[in-house]
Nanobody, 115 residues
Framework: QVQLVESGGRLVRPGESLTLSCMFNGSAFSTRTMNWYRQGPENPREMVGSIGAAGGTNYLDSVKGRFTISRDNSKNTVYLQMNNLKPEDTAIYYC?????????WGQGTAVTVSS
């Protein structure tokens, strides 16, 4: 059984930074590729980025250079550091992991970027 719990979302102003956290409850966290997705108003859900077991990362083009995904295997937690936030980053952010073909999702955490 897998449970993902995101936290850290809030209202921020354009240009500010924010870090989201996702705690993984389950087995073998250190071996899992962990993903961050987001869904903005009236937009489909899109993958923001991912981090592999070895720490390699991939990012959506629109967030490259601004967002950084990291993990702390001792805490079973993955982070999404977001810098220079823009209004178009406003979304519900979801943590995701795929295990044996099944997608597992957290409940999401809301980020609003507005002046």
């Amino acid at each position: 059984q897998v449970q993902l719990v995101e936290s850290g979302g809030r209202l921020v102003r354009p240009g500010e930074s924010l870090t989201l956290s996702c705690m993984f409850n389950g087995s073998a966290f250190s071996t899992r590729t962990m993903n961050w997705y987001r869904q903005g108003p009236e937009n489909p859900r899109e993958m923001v980025g991912s981090i592999g077991a070895a720490g390699g990362t991939n990012y959506l083009d629109s967030v490259k250079g601004r967002f950084t995904i990291s993990r702390d295997n001792s805490k079973n937690t993955v982070y999404l550091q977001m810098n220079n936030l823009k209004p178009e980053d406003t979304a519900i952010y979801y943590c995701n992991v795929r295990i044996m073909g099944l997608h597992h999702w957290g409940q999401g955490t809301a980020v609003t970027v507005s002046s």
